[in-house]
């Protein structure tokens, strides 16, 4: 699965995060309804995750050229995104590339409900662990922030199904080089299952 370490998010903003207030703030209440990846999670309280999880052209629209010129993404090519949310990746995609096919695959139900407008019909509810999808069926599968959410064992299993559903994939996960990146990111975290070091994930990968 491993080919090569790239970063295509650079250009996406980068938010101040607050690692030890969100520690004070964590509850085991909070935690589980994170992990219910609902309203709580989406539009709830921040304590619970976004807190209002809404459309911003800020955030995907400087990366799409990243992604467009990695891949050579162009019309008549296609894209899934699984772990999609709302679809706006996807509609970003879809807006700057024109004729670029997209479809998006969360497990929450409610994200995929509530997607935007644009993007409603083209995502689907469903597990990364058996993605609805033919083999082969993608030129590019994406997925970002969202396999460390599963256990270990079932990261293994949704790689796969990325592989076989796509020529190519782009993957990023929660993953740290020194203690001290460790320790904040289990300060922030509500929903990873699986938080790794950097060559922890690669000897996976």
């Excluded at 629209?61 to 008549?76: I, K, S």
């Excluded at 599968?141 to 064992?153: D, R």
Aim: glycine share 8%.
């Amino acid at each position: 699965m491993l080919g090569r370490e790239v970063d295509l998010l650079a250009c996406y903003p980068r938010a101040q995060r607050d690692p030890a207030g969100r520690a004070q703030a964590k509850t085991d209440r909070a935690v589980h309804a994170a992990r219910q990846f609902g309203r709580e999670f989406f539009d709830g309280p921040r304590e619970c995750g976004y807190g209002g999880f809404r459309y911003d052209p800020r955030f995907w629209e400087p990366v799409v050229p990243a992604l467009r010129d990695h891949f050579g993404l162009r019309a008549g090519m296609s894209v899934l995104d699984v772990g999609c949310a709302k679809g706006f990746m996807l509609y970003d995609l879809a807006r700057l590339i024109p004729g670029l096919r997209v479809a998006g695959l969360d497990r929450s139900i409610y994200a995929v409900s509530h997607a935007i407008d644009d993007m409603r019909q083209r995502l689907v509810a469903g597990d990364a662990l058996r993605l609805p999808f033919r083999s082969a069926s993608f030129d590019v599968a994406i997925s970002i922030n969202t396999l460390h959410n599963l256990p270990l064992g079932r990261c293994n299993r949704a790689l796969s199904e990325l592989q076989r559903v796509a020529h190519r994939a782009f993957v990023t996960v929660d993953a740290w080089r020194t203690e001290d990146e460790r320790d904040r990111i289990d300060q922030w975290n509500l929903t990873a299952q699986t938080v790794l070091s950097t060559d922890g994930w690669k000897h996976m990968f």
